[in-house]
Structure formats: C-alpha cells, structure tokens
C-alpha cells in the first residue's frame, strides 16, 4: 500500500530536519518506507504499517504546530514511544516546568515514568546512567511543587564520597570543601529559577543544599527531599536519610549504581535498598537505561560500551569461578 500525505511547508521543514534525521529514525522504528519530496510525505509498505506511520506522523505534525523542537531527544523519545506502542505526544507534552526559555519535560518513556512516579508516591527511587535527567527532572519537580506551595521547602544532599580525590586536600572550611560536590545540584537550581530567587531562598532557608551527613536526627516535614549520587552511600545512611521522612514531605533518591565510590568491601546503600523496599507501597523504582541518556549522543555510546565490557568482563570470571 502507499499512502501521501500532504503537510505544511513549517512541519516539512521540521520533519525533515538536517539530513532528513527524523524521518530516516522514525523509518527505522516503523515498518514502511518513507519519502518526503517538499510538502509531500510518502508511506510505502504493508496497509497496516502504512497506517500506523500516518497516525504517527499526524502526531508529529500536531507536536510543530504545537511549538514542540524536533531536537535528537525529541528523536529519541519519539522512537522509544513507538517501540513501545505508546503517543509521542503524551510524552512530549507533560511539561513539567517552565523558566523563561528553558521547558523541561520528559524526553523518554520512562522519563515520563519517572515524573509520574514522583506524582504518584511518597519515595521514588530513580536508579539510571549518568545523563538520564534523574536529577535535572527531580529538581524541576521540587521547584515547581514549591512554587505551587505543596511544600514549604526543598532541601537537597549527596554524600561527600570522593571520586579519585582527597577532601582534606581541597581550600577552605567544611562547606568549601564539599561545595565541588553539591555544585551540579546548584547548577540545576539556577537553570530553574533566576540566581537573585535563588540566593534569596538560600539565605532564608526556603532551599537547603548540604552534605548527607548534616541530615542526621533531623526530621524533615512539608519538604521535597532530594538525594543524589545515592549509589555513594552505605547502607546505615540510606536508611538514616529515608527515616527523616516527615509529614507533608516527598523524597527522591538517584544515582547510578556502575559508578559506586566507596570502598570495594563497602556494599552501596543503593543497591541494598532496592531488595529491602522493592515492592512497599509508596515507594517506586524507576530504572533507567542507556537508551534514555539525553545528553550528548557521545555520552550513549560511551554508557554503552561501558556496558558492554563489563558483560564480556563477567562472561571471562564465570569459568575461572566454576573451578573453584
């Protein structure tokens, strides 16, 4: 079957993208040809497929009108909706805040998953790569429950776990010292709000950013909590960081459990909190994989490869395991 369909000069013109980027991804993740010649879209293959392309490309075509940037995220979140039979504009359309120039919304399926998670419980836990936004959209998601006066605060911790480097080595007192490890979270507040509103909040307490161990024996009430880099803490400070659970509040916790810093013989809090609490009402995990990476497309393949090697580093153990 072959189908044409005629479309606006504005929506061609995103479709097509440089070097036809969008149609020749979505070609990939439907199973007919498609052509685009100036205006008209042309479907090629089984009637089926033909039809489930047009719908698709209607949807596209309502994302432009929409204002929606046909960007390689937008790419890859449209073929990860159509892999998995679900609208690319019921993704693309939750925007979850707005600043200025800046829209965050999610960019994959299961960025969606993870923003309806949030929503939905008093914990989520966002386990992923590095680049999978488990961070940017948590911290959206604070601002903009501030903003709405669900809370009355947000406080945001990491664990002060060095990467290679010694604490003691850097300037400074305490805060100078762990400030290069609260500084991405710092970045992502001020891409959310202007840097006078966020100095103000500083200073008055309505956003608290501070390392996981000023947490202790506090209890956190109205508050949208925000631990990051989680796979850095031992099992003893996930459970102290979850029991300051106040009323009111919300908590989010991410990090990426193939990039542990903490000493070999030291198990990560993160990994053993998913086989404590999987399956506890209130609390949902959001895994995140490499195909949810949107950052630089580099980033994916490097995630990938990474990947990849530590497979063919557990296939070459398995032998030498069994002899034993």
Request: with cysteine; hydrophobic share 40%.
């Amino acid at each position: 079957m072959r189908a044409q369909v005629e479309l606006p000069n504005d929506v061609a013109s995103e479709l097509a993208g440089p070097g036809d980027a969008v149609l020749r991804s979505l070609e990939g993740h439907l199973d007919c040809d498609v052509f685009l010649r100036g205006n008209v879209l042309t479907l090629d293959g089984a009637e089926g497929e033909v039809e489930m392309a047009r719908t698709v490309v209607r949807e596209l075509t309502d994302l432009v009108r929409q204002g929606h940037e046909i960007a390689p995220g937008t790419i890859a979140a449209i073929a990860s909706a159509l892999d998995r039979r679900e609208s690319p504009s019921r993704i693309l359309e939750d925007v979850v805040w707005r600043h200025r120039g800046l829209k965050v919304a999610p960019k994959t399926v299961n960025q969606k998953r993870y923003v309806d998670a949030i929503r939905r419980n008093t914990v989520t836990v966002g386990i992923g790569p590095a680049g999978t936004g488990k961070s940017f959209l948590a911290v959206a998601m604070a601002v903009a429950a501030l903003s709405r006066r669900e809370v009355n605060r947000i406080v945001l911790t990491r664990p002060a776990v060095e990467a290679g480097e010694r604490l003691g080595f850097l300037p400074g007192d305490l805060m100078a010292k762990v400030d290069p490890y609260l500084r991405p979270l710092f970045d992502a507040l001020y891409d959310m709000l202007e840097p006078e509103r966020v100095n103000q909040h500083l200073e008055r307490g309505v956003i608290e950013v501070a390392p996981l161990a000023f947490m202790r024996g506090r209890t956190l009430n109205d508050s949208f909590i925000i631990l990051d880099e989680a796979q850095n803490t031992t099992a003893e400070q996930m459970k102290m960081f979850l029991t300051r659970l106040g009323f009111g509040s919300r908590m989010v916790v991410t990090g990426d459990i193939t990039q542990v810093d903490l000493p070999r013989e030291q198990r990560s809090g993160l990994v053993q909190v998913g086989e404590i609490l999987e399956g506890v009402d209130d609390i949902e995990f959001v895994r995140f994989g490499g195909e949810d990476v949107v950052r630089h497309k580099l980033v994916q393949r490097i995630v990938e490869a990474y990947d990849r090697h530590a497979e063919r580093q557990a296939t070459e153990l398995r032998p030498a395991q069994a002899d034993r």
